[in-house]
Nanobody, 124 residues
């Protein structure tokens, strides 16, 4: 079954850095995209960044120039390098895996799987 496990969250002062990791298992050969989302208390979950099978990336305007998404295909792991952190970045950060096409033994196109989240707290 698909499993996503985030790690690397913690507490850091404003201006500091953290690197989040998402270790993925299940259907490793199936075409998919990976994304990061975050949710602060009392707010809706919001998109942070995404990376597709070809290495193309996208970012929310609020994190452009500060966050960098990457992946290590050999390790089936996605990363989010977060620099110049702000108190507004405080949130639970979630990893999402989205399957892009149905293949032999692969989940259907558009099917999403989520990790349990890792907490990031930025103090001023």
């Amino acid at each position: 079954q698909v499993q996503l496990v985030e790690s690397g969250g913690g507490s850091v002062q404003a201006g500091g850095s953290l690197r989040l990791s998402c270790a993925a298992s299940g259907y490793p050969t199936c075409r998919h995209a990976m994304s990061w989302y975050r949710q602060a208390p009392g707010k809706e979950r919001e998109f942070v960044s995404t990376i597709d099978p070809y290495g193309s990336t996208g970012y929310a305007d609020s994190v452009k120039g500060r966050f960098t998404i990457s992946q290590d295909n050999a390790k089936n792991t996605m990363y989010l390098q977060m620099n110049s952190l702000k108190p507004e970045d405080t949130a639970m950060y979630y990893c999402k895996k989205t399957f892009l096409a149905r293949g032999w033994g692969c989940p259907g196109n558009g099917l999403d799987y989520w990790g349990k989240g890792t907490l990031v707290t930025i103090s001023s």
